[in-house]
Structures are given as structure tokens and as C-alpha cells.
């Protein structure tokens, strides 16, 4: 059985920082894709960054490039999002998922499993 728990969300200033951890305590994970959605109220989810099963090849979407940063542990479902300078824009939902594709997948319909999620508010 699959469970994803993420943790690390909060209440942060505009400017500061925050780390978002994600894992699966079972082992049928170990070769999926992992990735970071986020949904504004009234929006839809989106995309926010994700590495491939074997921690590699790193995407972001282009509002967090340059600022947000994945990390995955090779062939296992253990990871971080690290969000440095924070907006108020980031406000939002955060999801962590799993993709048994393997490879870093980008499209929120690639991913089977999710997260509880975790709330990240910026304030100005």
C-alpha cells in the first residue's frame, strides 16, 4: 500500500525560506518518478517541480526556476522540495506524488498516487 507523507509546511514572511520532505514507508515506490504539484485556492494544480526514480533529471516549472530546488534519494521514495525566496504567490496547497512511469513527469495525470498535502502560506 501506498502512502505518501509529506511534512515541512508553514507560515513564512515573503523572502524566507521553507523545506517540504516527502516519503513512502513502504518499498513498491523505490522506482517511481517523484513529484511536487501545489494548488491555489480557486485554481487549478500545478506543477512545481520533480526528479526521476533514480533522483536525475530535475524540471521545474517556470515560476519556481532559479529559487525552488528537488531532491530525490536514488531508488527510494524519500525526497525534499527546498523553496528559498518565497512570494506571496507561492501561497498554496502543496502535493507530493508518485509516478510509476520512473522517468520526471510533469503532467499531473502521470501520477497515481498523492500526498495529503501541506499548506505553505507567504505573507507580504
Known amino acids: 500500500q501506498v502512502q ?5 509546511g508553514g ?23 517523484m513529484g511536487w504539484f501545489r494548488q491555489a485556492p480557486g485554481r487549478e494544480r500545478e ?3 520533480g526528479r526521476d526514480w533514480n533522483g536525475g533529471n530535475p524540471q521545474y516549472g517556470q515560476s519556481v526556476k532559479g529559487r525552488f530546488t528537488v531532491s530525490k534519494v536514488n531508488g527510494k521514495f524519500t525526497g525534499t522540495l527546498q523553496m528559498n525566496n518565497l512570494k ?9 506524488a508518485a509516478s510509476r ?10 501520477y497515481e498516487h498523492w500526498g495529503q498535502g501541506t499548506r505553505v502560506t507567504v505573507s507580504s
Open 4 to 8: 505518501l507523507i509529506e511534512s515541512g
Open 11 to 33: 507560515s513564512v514572511q515573503a523572502g524566507d525560506s521553507l523545506t517540504l520532505s516527502c516519503s513512502d514507508s513502504g518499498t513498491s515506490t523505490s522506482r517511481f518518478a
Open 47 to 49: 506543477f512545481v517541480a
Open 88 to 96: 506571496p504567490e507561492d501561497t498554496a496547497d502543496y502535493y507530493c
Open 101 to 110: 512511469f520512473g522517468g520526471t513527469r510533469v503532467f499531473l495525470r502521470d
